[in-house]
C-alpha cells in the first residue's frame, strides 16, 4: 500500500530562489556635482583646499564598488566651482579689509574729541608771534626837495652867561643860514663864535642826515638858557673871601626849509 501510493503521489517541482542582485552604481549627473561643490564651508579658508576639486567630489559623489571616469562636463564644473570659491575669499577679505580701515577711522575719531579744548589753545598760543617793525626813519626825499622837517643842533655847558649868549641870538632869530653867517662873522662879541659853531653844525645835520640843502634853510627858533654855576673863591682885604659865578648856557638852535 505504501509503495502504492507513493507511485499515484505526483512529485511537486522545486521553486528556484530568487538570487540577490546588486544594485549598479549609478553615475552622478551634472547638477549634482555642483551642488556638492556649493556645500557650505568656512568663510576663511586656505586657497590650497580651494584649488583641490577633486578630492572634494570624490568626497561628495556616492560610494560604490567601481570607479566613475571623470567627464569633460564634470572638470569644467569642478573648475566654476573652484572659481566661485576664490572669488568669494577675495570678497571675504576686501570686506575684513574695509571693516579694519572703518574702525581705525572711528578710533582717531574718538580720540580727536577725548582731546581737551586747552591743548588747542595752547597750540595757538606757542605759534610764533609777527616781529614788531622797527620804527622807520623818516623817507628821504630828494636834494633840495622841501619838506616840513626841523633840524636841531645843541651845545651844552657852554662858559657864557646866558643873557649874554640871548645878546647875540636876538639878531639872527628869523634869518637865512646866509645872513646869520655873515651876522655872526662880524659880531664882536666872544659868545658870537659858539654860535656860529652851533649854525654849521645844525647845517650839517640838515645835509647828511635828512639830504637838505644848507643854503635853502633858516633859522626858525633859537634859544640860550641857563646851566650850572661853578663856584669859585677870591681873597679880600682884612682876611675875607669872595664868592664869584662862573656862569655856563646851553645853546640851541633849529633850522627848517624855506617856503
Known amino acids: 500500500m505504501s509503495t502504492s501510493d507513493s507511485e499515484d503521489t505526483p512529485e511537486t517541482p522545486e521553486t528556484p530562489e530568487p538570487e540577490a ?40 559623489a556616492p560610494e560604490g564598488d567601481e570607479e566613475v571616469d571623470e ?54 598760543e606757542e605759534e610764533p608771534e609777527a616781529p614788531v617793525p622797527a620804527p622807520s626813519r623818516r623817507r628821504r626825499g630828494a636834494r633840495g626837495e622841501r619838506r616840513d622837517v626841523v633840524v636841531r643842533a645843541q651845545a651844552k655847558y657852554v662858559r657864557s652867561s646866558a643873557r649874554k649868549a640871548r645878546l647875540v641870538c636876538d639878531h639872527i632869530r628869523g634869518k637865512s643860514v646866509e645872513e646869520a653867517r655873515a651876522i655872526l662873522a662880524h659880531t664882536s662879541r666872544a659868545v658870537a663864535r659858539d654860535w656860529s659853531k652851533l649854525l654849521e653844525s645844525a647845517v650839517a645835520n640838515a645835509e647828511n642826515n635828512h639830504e637838505l640843502v644848507g643854503e635853502d634853510l633858516y633859522v626858525m627858533e633859537i634859544h640860550a638858557d641857563e646851566g650850572p654855576t661853578i663856584r669859585r673863591f677870591r681873597p679880600r682885604a682884612m682876611g675875607r673871601a669872595t664868592r664869584i659865578r662862573k656862569r655856563t648856557s646851553h645853546l640851541t638852535i633849529l633850522l627848517t626849509p624855506k617856503d
Do not use: F, H, N, Y
Open 71 to 124: 567627464t569633460p562636463e564634470d572638470v569644467e564644473a569642478e573648475e566654476a566651482a573652484a572659481d566661485v570659491m576664490l572669488e568669494a575669499d577675495a570678497e571675504a577679505e576686501g570686506e575684513d579689509e574695509a571693516e579694519a580701515e572703518a574702525e581705525s577711522e572711528a578710533d582717531e575719531e574718538a580720540v580727536a574729541d577725548l582731546e581737551p579744548v586747552g591743548a588747542e589753545e595752547e597750540e595757538e
Open 21 to 60: 542582485t546588486e544594485p549598479e552604481a549609478t553615475e552622478p549627473t551634472e547638477p549634482e556635482a555642483i551642488e556638492a561643490q556649493r556645500t557650505p564651508r568656512r568663510r576663511r579658508r586656505s586657497r590650497k583646499k580651494a584649488t583641490e576639486p577633486t578630492e572634494v567630489a570624490a568626497e561628495a
